[in-house]
């Protein structure tokens, strides 16, 4: 049977029987703090919190594996080495957020919003990004070996001594980001976008897999 919000058919989020829209105005900040709190005592892991918004809070360390924080709202939120491996942020909000060494393993990340955020040493070690917007971060020494993120935007970002090896990024737009030593070993550059990015000199290829023409159109 299929359980839906009381007042729509969306479906109810983290022990409540109502969507986080329609969760009245008066109770929100109290079900955002139980649901904190919550996570860090008896776990996040699988839990529905689908659209909700926990904009600058603190879930630090949190462990939300599985969970479904698609459209979800972490603008400015600390998420310093959280774990999200396999869960859902597709179209999330993570823009300014602190994401320093958190885990996105086979995560679902289609047209999430990452501009700004601190994803240093980030893991998205086979994740879908296709569309991902990570404009204007420090992405320095990320993982992102496997990612399918075709068309994804890391447009002025620092992607120093980061890896992209195995990665889809057909039709990425590199534009103006720092890519020294960044290794794009066996990954599909196709269509990709390099203009003005520095550090091109020093990028780890595979000559199997780079197009000569890609770089040399980012200015190298």
């Known amino acids: 049977m299929l359980i839906t919000c009381t007042q729509c058919p969306r479906p109810p989020v983290y022990w409540s029987t109502n969507c986080f829209r329609h969760i009245p105005d008066a109770e929100k900040e109290k079900w955002r703090n139980d649901v904190l709190h919550d996570v860090y005592y008896y776990g996040g892991i699988g839990v529905p919190l689908q659209e909700c918004d926990f904009s600058g809070m ?3 360390t949190a462990n939300l594996s599985r969970s479904n924080l698609s459209r979800a709202v972490l603008k400015g939120a600390n998420l ?4 999200f491996i396999e869960a859902d942020l597709s179209g999330a909000d993570l823009s300014e957020a602190n994401l320093f060494k958190a885990n996105f393993s086979e995560t679902k990340l289609d047209e999430t919003e990452f501009a ?3 994803l240093e040493r980030a893991n998205f070690e086979g994740s879908d990004m296709k569309a991902a917007k ?3 971060g420090n992405h320095k020494h990320g993982f992102f ?14 992607l120093s001594d980061s890896v992209f090896s195995a990665a889809d990024l057909n039709g990425a737009d590199f ?5 020294a030593r960044a290794d794009f070993s066996g990954a599909n550059l196709t269509d990709c976008r390099f203009d003005g990015a520095s ?7 595979s000559d199997d897999t780079i197009n000569a023409d890609v770089l040399k159109r980012g200015g190298c």
């Open 199 to 205: 550090g091109l000199e020093l990028v780890i290829v």
């Open 116 to 118: 700004g955020a601190r």
């Open 175 to 179: 534009t103006g980001c720092k890519v």
């Open 145 to 158: 070996h496997g990612v399918h993120a075709q068309g994804a935007v890391f447009r002025d970002s620092d």
């Open 80 to 83: 310093q080495e959280c774990v």
């Open 58 to 60: 603190d879930f630090k």
């Open 134 to 136: 990570l404009g204007g």
